[in-house]
């Protein structure tokens, strides 16, 4: 029920009344019945100091009253059947996306955005529509804009739109991605960004000729397609804090500076340890960290793994002898065997690329900590032992091999070469030969890690947590890859690509958002798919029926102030709902 507001001919008094709406069963238009009248507004003038605000309100406790005594009488004919093409199922769940969606305030901002271009569509609702399908049903543009009839929305655009707005998202992708990270400071309070995780990844498209942007590189996926790199930041919550798109053929030591240069400088972060894996520990690198020259200034920090393989002989060595270290808790290592740790402080010397664009050496002074866990040895074990049997399989018959199928097993095969023509697997000269030596040089350094950081002074458990914490970026790039499928992309122009990744990574920091809300309780797939199974169909006269509730229902609904548990509910609510999603 609301509050009508009539205007009287010949006079100027407005006359209130309070009107329930339905829909005409026979003619399908909407109608409106009286329930109360009121009276004519300039009579409450003195009574009320709002008369509007007072009988809208009224309406509303009207309502609510109806809602709690209601009770509806339905009459089925079971015999009826379905339209020849029936697709009557809605999505409620994406209102919990939507509160985030507004909570960063992105409508303010795209409105803002818009006011001085030239386009009439609503930027907003485009960006709405990509953001909620890229979570709940992810997939082309296209895609999504063909079943945007499954949420409870009027997206009042074409196709065309939204291909045209996808031009002008990709212009203010940066900026975006700072008023976000204002608001969640906003809402949530300060971000923790005292540590950084910095990670790169890349994403390929289902195309044989190159680009400017898309280009064929080192592919984590080990596809031969073209590939663009994105380099994210995240803070040490796991929320995304910034992401840039690289081409294709740029070596991820490559994005760190711009990246992490982008963070210092506009998202407040003040001094900050980051946390990244040895793909990323150039001297270069650590030099720009810890302030070159500069070093009186307030220096940033770093937490890196350290490659014991590819490190030298007596590095190796040190890793190796048992005798200075300890167990977790204190313990001697002898009496602990599941975990052990030592470090050690240590001057290293690291190449550094100047100015002039020659090489200098440079001196860094940090503390290397090394540990062997039982857990990752057995890991490593059972990891290799799978890769073995394929070696052995194609020693046995190189036939079965190509050199695509080869990959991971051939670093184990010796005298491996292949046909230039077809790519299958023949050998150099000789018979195919295991190689039980690399195997056991391998094997001796299962279950050790080595870490090398500035933050000499950290406690060692301290500095493995952190670098621990950087599983939480590689979950986020399993998470555009698989549950919001960023790849492969369907978009083939520069802007479009750019913008599609800017929906991506508004949808993974709302997505890590309510697994905040929900205490962290439940994966990313668990929510979506939670989302995605709150949904209904219209059972009669504008009352949908709703089938699922669950844990994981009740823990969203309550952090957020959404009712999901009514099996049945009026289209009317339903809108109440979505409005109230938006506030």
Known sequence: MNLKQSPQKNSDRIYLSIVRSYRDKETGMPRAETVKSIGYLDEFLDKYEDPISHFKEVARKMTEEENNRRKVTMTFNMDEELPLVADNRKNLGYTAILKIYHRLDLQRFLNNKARHESFEYNTSSIMTMLVVSRLLSPGSKSKAYAEKGRYFERFDFSEADMFRALSHFAKIAKEMQRHINEQITAFYGPRDTRTVYYDVTNYYFEIDKEDELRKR???????????????LAMDADGIPLHYELFPGNVSDKSTFRSVIGEVRRNYDTGRIIVVADMGIITGDNIYYLVGGEKREKALNGYVMSFSIPGAGGSFQKYVL???????SNGKPAEEDTEFIIKSRMNA?????????????????????????????????GAERE??????????????KYTKATA??????VMNIDYDDATGEVIAKGNALLLDEAKIQDEEKFDGYYAIVTSEVHMPDEEIIDKYRGLWEIEESFRITKGAIEARPVYVSRKDRIEAHFLTCFIALVIIRLLQRHTGRQYSCDRIIDCLNRISCSEEQDNIYLFDYRSEITEAIGKSLGIDFSKKRQRLSEIKHIVAQSKK
């Open 217 to 231: 590189g080192y592919s984590k996926e080990h596809r031969r397609d073209p590939i663009v790199q994105l380099g």
């Open 321 to 327: 002898d048992r005798s200075d270290y300890c167990g």
């Open 348 to 380: 290293r010397e690291i190449n550094v690329t100047m100015n002039n664009g020659k090489t200098k050496k440079k001196t860094v002074y940090e503390k290397q900590v090394v540990f062997w866990s039982k857990k990752y040895a057995d890991k490593a």
């Open 386 to 399: 799978k890769v073995i049997q394929k070696a052995v399989a194609m020693v046995k018959d190189s036939s």
């Open 407 to 412: 990959y991971g097993a051939a670093k184990y």
